[in-house]
């Protein structure tokens, strides 16, 4: 997502890059877009806490916030009766993707979120914190879920988590090649991670276009390591020349960040559960509450 602090050159490669990942929405898979088992983890982890004692009930319907636009949060939390907003920078991610109701999306920067203090009881995010420069805009994030969610609220985020064991990009590649992974969306993942040398640095989308042209030959030889269609391998031309940055994310800098206080409140890590689908390993899901320190 582009935010308010980008230089213009940054936003509009952003622009660009949404533009882009908008047309494309419908041929994404697992890992980069939810599956049942990851709605059907939150939904478990949420009933979890309440059973415990440990969270105060949400209201009923609940005031819902979705950081960005992904349709499987709004159908199943807007079929349980609750009302689901969404809030995104990209116009074409809202009018191509979002299920719900135009007024109910917002265009906006989820470090400036347009809405009243105390507003949501839940907050949700799939797999976007990577979007956000670190530390700063991952701090900027916190102090934006502090203030938009009530006492005892949460904020749940399914994280593209980088491993406690480096990887490199050729040992991701290496996997392409002797079929341990044969997963497109997962390699895009992986292969970010495996070029990434800081957190705060990030990779450059170019940057994982180029490593994947050097190593293979064509998209047609990547494509038969896949056993997919060539046409949805090309659609990592959409990387080519992109300067957006990516920051991958490990478990613990997550939590470190969104732990500190501020105005005596904090998000309090209440607990991290992985799916058990193939590459789960790097898709947790973490749930925080707002808590008073």
């Not at 908008?22 to 049942?36: K, T």
């Not at 170019?206 to 490593?211: E, F, G, K, R, T």
């Not at 064509?218 to 080519?240: I, P």
């Not at 005596?264 to 898709?283: A, I, K, N």
Request: aromatic share 10%; proline share 6%; with cysteine.
């Amino acid at each position: 997502m582009t935010d308010q602090h980008e230089t213009q050159p940054q936003a509009s490669a952003g622009a660009v890059h949404w533009q882009t990942f908008a047309s494309h929405w419908s041929s994404l898979g697992p890992p980069l877009r939810p599956v049942d088992t990851d709605i059907q983890l939150i939904d478990q982890l949420l009933k979890e806490q309440l059973l415990k004692g440990t969270a105060v009930p949400r209201s009923s319907p609940a005031d819902i916030l979705v950081l960005g636009v992904t349709p499987e949060y709004y159908h199943f939390f807007s079929a349980q009766g609750d009302r689901v907003r969404a809030l995104d920078k990209s116009p074409q991610m809202i009018a191509s993707v979002w299920p719900g109701s135009r007024e109910d999306a917002v265009e906006g920067s989820w470090l400036a979120m347009p809405y009243a203090d105390n507003s949501f009881d839940l907050i949700l995010c799939d797999g976007g914190l990577q979007l956000l420069p670190f530390p700063k805009g991952l701090g900027q994030l916190q102090q934006e879920l502090l203030r938009c969610l009530r006492p005892g609220g949460r904020f749940c985020v399914r994280l593209f988590a980088r491993p406690a064991e480096p990887l490199s990009i050729r040992s991701v590649l290496d996997q392409v090649v002797d079929g341990r992974l044969n997963n497109l969306h997962a390699l895009k993942i992986l292969a970010g991670m495996g070029l990434q040398e800081t957190t705060e640095q990030g990779v450059v989308l170019d940057a994982i276009w180029h490593s994947l042209q050097q190593r293979f030959s064509d998209w047609g030889q990547l494509a038969g390591l896949l056993a997919m269609d060539a046409r949805e391998v090309a659609m990592l031309d959409a990387y080519r020349g992109n300067s957006a940055v990516y920051h991958f994310l490990s478990e613990a800098e997550v939590i470190d960040v969104f732990s500190q206080q501020k105005d005596g409140f904090g998000l309090e890590h209440s607990v991290t559960r992985y799916p058990d689908y193939r590459y789960g390993e790097f898709c947790p899901t973490l749930l925080f509450e707002k808590q008073a320190g």
